[in-house]
């Protein structure tokens, strides 16, 4: 059978999100998609763990933000969500803490009731801090037993600088002396209106909106806004591990780069997606298929609110670590000094668009896009302008880019495995 | 609810269409028959090792994922013990780009020693990534080991070593496509703004062709009934003390399996569930704690597992587990709390409806249990049951003869 024709879709379009402001000045972002009976409401506030005054503080306050509330205990809160089969998620990065919602819309009234105690009245209980601090601690360490754990920690110290708040971590111990205030006065500072952005999509009725607004309009003013003054970044660039018995190596690589809004941004991503990002890019190509040294690698651009880095990662046997960092270094070799064949790059194109389509197929997804353009000051059509200039990426400029940027003596190693 | 029609092709390939008007993508599923229970006890891992070279091409087209991506299209795949899920997500209009690239690889595959060898190493790779490097990597398998005696389910996907995949035969894997890759042994299921009609006269137009090989595979054999409580106890360099106690249950298919899902629920279905209210939060013993299914379509485990807190002993964890057993057994259960578990499970099942790809995958799923209504019928099943039925359930499930206990020790 002959291959069938394609079909190459040349523009995503995205509803744009309509913007309120809350009578206390934080904006409402409302993506209405009423053919889906759901309802999902994000809280996004300035409460990444750089603004934290001291160690895990930052995922403390918003982990334990359904702990207890002045009306109902932990007990009923998750009692109460789980009846109407509602349920939150809690993620914090470094620069944000986000705080998300989904109910059946024709549950959305009783679970309105717990967010607003979850988000606006948390009490922080002593004794539920104690638990949460305990069981931290244990899956901390048990995460730090993990090669790739201790490579993602150290690649971070050493991108960054092993003081600076986006390349810092701590020991378990810290747990130990987290205080019941530390939390609260955390959550005075950055849990506030002026820090606070608020997306909701599925079917936002009116009503919902209403609600929506009262809820957020609660939020209490800081005067004192928290400036955070980060330091110069110190680059550290080749650190190896021992961890004794690794059956595998830990191979993290990359280099310091910029956030999103910078113009290289964009082909770079399409860069990072040739070298790793995607099943048979090159890295995957050369490590998985032809040497069978890994069962993955991956790479690619990540953003943080004021930097950004490109890297790569991967496990691989312990006894072909050596080979598979000079296969790595071959690449990313390649990739300076030859241009793309044309196929390669219009395959990359067409993967990214595909990407994008999929991250935007449903309401949740169209939210999480929202957010993330918000967040780097962009609307909706950033989406459409984002197609674009993937687009006009030519072999030429990724060329350029690439002895730009991937100099050897720019990249960072790090590798944690047996070297005995 | 998830509207579908259904077909079979003179070929017995089973085609399952679900019309959604609200996406751009469409989700194509294709779900083979045969997963590690399908597997000869010398040769485990073969199933899974075989998701991995559906990759590796066919004559005719020699690279499977550049014109999926080239479409804009996504796809992978998962083994498990009972079936070999693939699946491909894209703009709707290249739907085809799909189906040939799925049928080709229906009709035979090009596998040469040399992309057999490499393909073993990835997977060795990821037996080591997975099992060996992991902190508690190979708790799984001791606990199949010790609860089945006879049934497959006694090793893993991945295998019972990384020595049966090295070791298996070209001869074996060649035979292995045969038995187990054509038409009769498969469902192809999809959701996209497609109508019916036109999904099934595309499946006819790429699949039709294809004769099927049909092939009766061994029985497989039935797990005895266990008579006496079974004990583990070993000793890793893991941080945490780990106690597991498992439990026969029914099959997929029978009511024994809602119950013991729903059980299930009631002890470990979100926040304010029992073991996390009461072992977590109010005795403070462990650090993590989970109840579930293990959810095969050949009857199957119900898994009691913990993460012990340092302060904790082997003793006081392992007896508050019967002690939350014993609750149920009795009945203690609350109208609310039932009726919790029950809208949680409504609600679960709406969530999981709102993208094509997991509508194709489920389609694909009950299909193969020889069930398909069921996946409209379930949430009903759900609403009916009793307090009554869950406490027989407990009564006659958690019994000291019906229990395999791993305590799986983190070394001082």
Redesign the interface.
Known sequence: ?I??P????NSIDIQHAEKIVASNGTPIYVLNCP????VRLSFVFHAGTITQARPFVASATANML?EGSTKYT??QI??R???????FDINIDRDYSYISF???SK?FDPTAEIIEEVILHPTFPEN?LA?YC??RK??L??ER???ETIARENFAKAIFGERHPYGISYPEAEYDSMTREDIATHYRNHYTAENCIVVCSGNITPEVLERIKSITASLHCSNSRCDIRLPEFSTSHNIRIQHD????SSIRMGRLLFPRTHKDFIPMQVLSTVLGG???SRLMQNL????????GVFSAMVNFQHTGYLALAT???TEVTEQALIEISKEIDILRTELIPEEEL??VK??M???M??IL????GIADVTTENILCGFDNSHIQQNLERIRQTTSEELLALAQRYLNPEDMITVVVGDFS | MIRYQHTKLSNGLEVIANRDT????VAVNILYKVGARNEDPDCTGLAHLFEHLMFRGTH??P?F???I??????NNAFTNNDYTDFYI???K??I??AL?LE??RMMGLNLSEHAC??????V???F???Y????YGDLNMLLRKMVYTTHPYRWATIGMSPDHIANAPLETIHQFYNNFYHPSNAILSISGDIAAEQVFDLAEK?FGPIADSPFTAPQIPIEPQQTEARRLEVER????TTIVIAFHMGNRLSHDFFLGDLTSDLLA?????RL??HL??GK?LF??VNAYISGDVDAGMFVFTG?L??TTSEQDAEAAFWQEMELLAEGKISD?EL???K??????T??GE???MNKAMNMGYYSMIGDLPLINREVDIYRSITKQEVADFAIHTFKKENSSTLIYRAKQ
Not at chain 1, 245 to 248: C, E, I, P, R, T
Not at chain 2, 22 to 25: A, D, F, K, Q, V
């Open positions: 059978m291959q069938p394609l079909t190459i879709p053919e889906f009976k759901v359904a932990t007990q998750a009692e969500l789980d009846y109407y089969g509602s349920y989904c109910s059946l549950f539920e638990t305990a069981k244990q899956q360490s048990i037993s993990k090669v018995g690794a059956v595998q995607y099943f048979g998985r298929e032809h040497n069978g040294f890994t069962y496990q691989v046997g219009e395959l067409n993967i668009a595909g990407e389509m999929r197929d449903g309401p949740f | 609200t996406s751009r993508l005719n087209v690279d994922d550049t014109p991506q080239m479409a804009c299209g996504e997500t894209l703009p209009d290249n085809e780009t040939w049928s080709d060898e490499i393909e073993k190493r990835v060795i790779e990821e080591r990534q997975r060996l490097n992991q902190p790429w360099n893991v941080p945490a279905g979100g926040d304010s569930a996390y209210e977590i939060k403070k650090a993590s993460q807190l340092p609310y009726e919790k578990v809208n949680k499970f409504e609600a679960n709406l969530f709102l993208n094509v």
